[in-house]
């Protein structure tokens, strides 16, 4: 952790709640804490994509990564190992199987994933709802191919993957969607292509909808998009986890709020 990013945490740890839900008085919020952030339940679903995990951070083969975004901070070349990309590119286990809950509890029909890596959050929200339809996209074609390989070994029915630069593939893929459901923001990491990706997801949001953000403290560019994003006149709520940020946008809160909680 670099010094910037151990500062911001600091900020964080002192200013959130502590994640049990005392003194919440947003009733879905305190749900969401209780069933979906605290929920202890073992999906056998984690058992298999963790042994995946597992067995591709040992893997020493190396692929060209072109990186269409801000670059990786692990590594100033684009040849990687599959090791590499599995250790430092995927979400940790913590919370690809929060997103796997977030998928179980609210059971979103159309899922859009911005930034495949290799595949393995991609399993967490596929697996979560397999009546879902599920868009992945992922610039890197190395990568792309290793993530598809990965899909077929965990029988991953629900997932298409669309290659190529998402200011390419993003539209095109909005063109064939009315409504998008849950969408994780999880490419680039600058300030202009994450507000694009938002603004352009934006008018097919529903009022049930769920967009996560990746990384929100990965750099001043990525907190400044935070920034702006969760302060959209169309968000009634949004949750700072440090890691990830989730804005919902139902109505029916009626008063916008915003909460950090520690996670």
Known sequence: MNI???????KYYLSSSNGKG??????FVFDFITNVLNNKKHYYTYDQVEALRQ???????TIEVEDLGAGSKHSSTNTRTIGSIARNAAKPPKFGKLLFRMVNQYQPATILEVGTSLGITTFYLASANRSANV???????????????HFDQLDLQNVRLVLGNFDTTLPKVL???????????????RLA?????FNQVLPRMSTQSIIVVDDIY???EMKEAWR?????????????????????FNPSFKVRQDFAIRF
């Open 228 to 248: 702006q994003i969760k302060s959209h006149n169309s968000v009634m709520l949004s949750i700072d986890l440090f890691s990830i940020g989730i804005l919902f």
């Open 55 to 61: 067995k591709l951070a040992e893997d020493r083969t």
């Open 22 to 27: 005392h003194g919440v008085h947003s009733p």
């Open 135 to 149: 868009v992945t996209l992922e610039g890197a074609e190395g990568i792309a191919k290793k993530a598809v390989q």
């Open 218 to 220: 990965w750099s001043a």
């Open 193 to 197: 292509p994450t507000l694009n990706y």
């Open 175 to 189: 063109a064939a969607m009315d409504q998008l459901d849950f969408v994780f923001l999880d490419g680039n990491h």
């Open 4 to 10: 910037q990013l151990f500062i911001d945490y600091i």
